[in-house]
């Protein structure tokens, strides 16, 4: 059901200065009288209050101007917890971290001693720091990577974990980046700084040495990481009260990619918190192993990893300006998800190589061209050419077909099981039938729900009534004969993910649960009011094919357009893949990066869950150097400013041709959202070619529950049911 938050869970500025901790003195009759409005109000700055964890949460007091801070007593659960406070002047509120909350409801209260009125309280509710918090039950078995974690600039991994919860004890470490451009551990007992330690001058103008405070923790279950410029040598310990000078506020969440292998395990690598490019700006930068779709190819247990592990964050740091969520691929699938189904997590997004999600845009189409990779190879009882192969796919190179085949397993059961998972566990089914399933569909079990004979996850995969072709057929492509050759044999895939003559049937409880949940990307939950970037490294055009491809961006595009009438949040930014997918060596990414950063701060994000920017407030505050457009090929590439619309006559489209893909030949929009299309009876007069009866009735029979009709609401679909659900 809906979780109805508290405070937004983000990271704010805080300009914090210790100027000394308060002590609890007796109640005093000289203490001034709380003037009007001038109430004292408590609140979690480090997570809503009824999403804490760990046994402790960094808490804010404030009140009308002038109110005397230095005499406020805070009780938890009746124990006076005020020394845990200081005085943060120019904020004007106190801060502190409160730990020794029980598991369950905890009460905290600020009172000035001898006064009733302007006191108050808040109901904390405290979580295990292992979780779940909101994503179920965990799922088991669970393989600890920690003592395969290496940390950066030593030769060391976090050793052992501690339980089976794969805890360690949070561990410090002071890395420097070298005049040589690699990062060294700092001595410990340094007291001068290292001959090779390069220098670095932030975004606020101010030079420090390039030295980085590095922790390293576990939260729910994941290693999290977090990086920020600290001088250990001239600063003070980090605080919430004590913000090291080279931090600019604001933080970079960094969500790593993939899919195979990233289920029932904790992961030995994050997304990476130690980019030299976005420290030295003065960036702090945060991830967690479970953070890297790699590790766990489940978008709700990386939203509730990164929910955590922000809290852990500032529980330390203190509240921050903004957090970008960044990352690619699988990364992307990450921060649409988070932003849209668990809005404050992070403020804006900078998506790269992107999908609106694993489980359909990215499933329905890599399993798409593994069933028309299957018939080409065997299964045609007439003839094709290549580039009538290409055109039923829609890819702009046939190669994408086999590229994105293997990775199409990742529904199989079998296929990608992790390295940690030992192999008498593995599922198979003649010699393990109730053994572990490695795949998309198992490892969203909580949400999708099970087969009560089979103990499988119930599947929302579905390819019935989809005409294959069609498109290619309307233009004069293929032929009749082949495209009912290729609709009737096409078939689909049973449970285990083994080609079969009929076609995939969706379960519609995990239809319905995709849409509900937001498994699907809505686009017009937190999305609508997020502002979003699209960096795309264009892919298409590579000889050996690859699953980046460029219609995706255009797919999440016009789910935002059509759930909120507007893009107003959306920007495209197009370049060649000089270098790489998704690599801060490219001016564009950081430009993308720096420019959200400029967004949100004009932006000014709120901490109200009920606040949040509308589209209008988000287009009003886009920078006017933000702008859409595409770099050319050149050896000194320009930038062309132009709407990135899929028009063939524009010149970035000529340039990194968007393309399709299967069902959008088939019929289906480029938005890609329906699961389960709802048939009705073809119509002879409706196609764009002539049937012979033989034909017609061999069309009849290859789609005995009729075809697609893409202008009737899909099979199992169903309305959002809002943001913050838990399960």
């Not at 919860?165 to 700084?193: K, L, M, Q």
């Not at 593994?370 to 046939?398: I, P």
């Not at 197009?574 to 932006?603: N, Q």
């Amino acid at each position: 059901m809906p979780l109805l938050p508290g405070p937004r869970i983000r990271l704010l500025t805080a300009a914090i200065a210790a100027l000394g901790v308060l002590v609890a003195g007796p109640a005093l009759a000289e203490v001034p009288a709380a003037t009007e409005g001038s109430g004292l109000h408590l609140d979690t700055a480090s997570s809503a209050p009824d999403l804490v964890t760990g046994g402790d949460a960094l808490v804010e007091i404030s009140s009308g101007h002038g109110f005397p801070h230095d005499r406020v007593e805070v009780t938890l659960n009746g124990k006076d917890v005020t020394s845990a406070f200081t005085w943060d002047g120019s904020r004007e509120v106190l801060v502190g971290r409160v730990d020794g909350m029980v598991q369950g409801e905890n009460l905290l209260r600020a009172a000035l001693p001898g006064q009733a009125r302007g006191a108050d309280e808040l109901t904390v509710i405290n979580h295990p720091d292992e979780g779940p918090l909101f994503s179920g039950p965990h799922e088991q078995p669970f393989a600890c990577e920690t003592q395969d974690f290496e940390i950066p600039g030593t030769d060391e991994t976090l050793g052992e974990p501690l339980d089976e919860n794969c805890s360690i004890e949070d561990r410090v470490d002071h890395v420097y980046y070298t005049t040589a451009g690699t990062w060294e551990s700092f001595p410990e007992d340094a007291t001068a700084y290292p001959e090779d330690l390069a220098r670095t001058t932030t975004d606020e103008g101010i030079e420090v040495p390039f030295i980085v405070r590095l922790a390293h923790g576990t939260a729910n279950r994941g290693i999290f990481q977090h990086a920020a410029l600290h001088d250990p040598l001239t600063e003070d310990p980090v605080t919430p009260a004590a913000r090291p000078a080279g931090w600019n506020g604001e933080v970079v969440y960094t969500l790593g990619g993939g899919c195979v292998d990233g289920w029932y395990r904790q992961g030995p690598t994050t997304g990476g918190v130690l980019d030299p490019r976005v420290l030295s700006k003065g960036y702090a930068m945060v991830s967690s192993s479970l953070n890297v779709f790699g590790n766990n190819c489940n978008d709700l247990l990386t939203s509730e990893t990164a929910q955590m592990t922000k809290e852990e964050f500032i529980e330390t740091y203190g509240r921050d300006d903004f957090t970008i969520g960044l990352g690619a691929s699988g990364g992307s699938y990450q921060g649409h998800q988070a932003a849209d189904n668990y809005p404050g997590i992070f403020d804006g997004i900078v998506v790269g190589a992107s999908f609106p999600e694993v489980g359909f845009a990215t499933i329905d189409s890599i399993t798409d061209a593994r069933l028309l990779q299957n018939y080409f190879a065997g299964g045609a009882e007439v003839d094709w050419t290549q580039e009538q192969k290409r055109q039923v796919t829609g890819f702009q190179t046939l190669a994408t077909t086999d590229n994105v085949s293997g990775g199409a397993l990742r529904i199989d059961p079998r296929e990608f099981c992790p390295p940690t998972l030992p192999q008498e566990q593995r599922y198979d089914p003649e010699t393990t039938p109730t053994g572990v399933r490695c795949d998309v569909y198992d490892h969203t079990a909580t949400i999708y729900g099970t087969d009560p004979e089979t103990g499988f996850a119930l599947r929302p995969l579905d390819n019935v009534g989809i005409q294959y072709g069609l498109a290619a057929l309307a233009d004069g492509t293929i032929d009749v004969d082949q495209f009912l050759d290729l609709n009737d044999a096409i078939g689909g895939y049973d449970q285990d993910a083994n080609f079969r003559p009929e076609r995939s049937v969706a379960d519609l409880p995990a239809v319905e649960a995709a849409y509900r949940t937001g498994r699907l990307t809505d686009g017009g939950q937190g999305l609508a009011s997020t502002p979003v970037i699209d960096y795309r490294a264009y892919a298409d055009e590579k000889p050996a094919g690859d699953i980046h491809i460029r219609y995706h961006t255009s797919s999440m595009r016009e789910r935002l357009r059509d759930a909120n009438g507007s893009i107003e949040n959306h920007v495209s930014l197009l370049e060649d893949d000089r270098y790489g997918l998704f690599s801060t060596r490219s001016p564009l990414l950081m430009h993308a990066l720096t420019e959200m950063d400029a967004w949100l701060t004009e932006l000014e994000p709120t901490d109200d869950l009920q606040d949040r920017p509308t589209l209008t407030e988000i287009g009003a505050a886009r920078p006017d150097s933000l702008v859409e457009g595409c770099m050319d090929q050149g050896a000194d590439p320009e930038f062309h400013a132009m709407t990135l619309d899929r028009d063939p006559a524009s010149a970035c489209e000529q340039l990194y041709p968007s393309a399709s893909f299967p069902r959008e030949v088939a019929g289906e929009s480029v938005k890609a959202d329906v699961i389960a299309c709802t048939t009705s009876e073809p119509v002879r007069a409706e196609y764009p070619v002539e049937f012979t009866d033989e034909q017609w009735e061999q069309l009849l029979a290859a789609f005995p529950d009729g075809v697609c009709d893409y202008t009737l609401p899909g099979r199992g679909e169903v309305e959002h049911a809002g943001t913050w659900q838990r399960f």
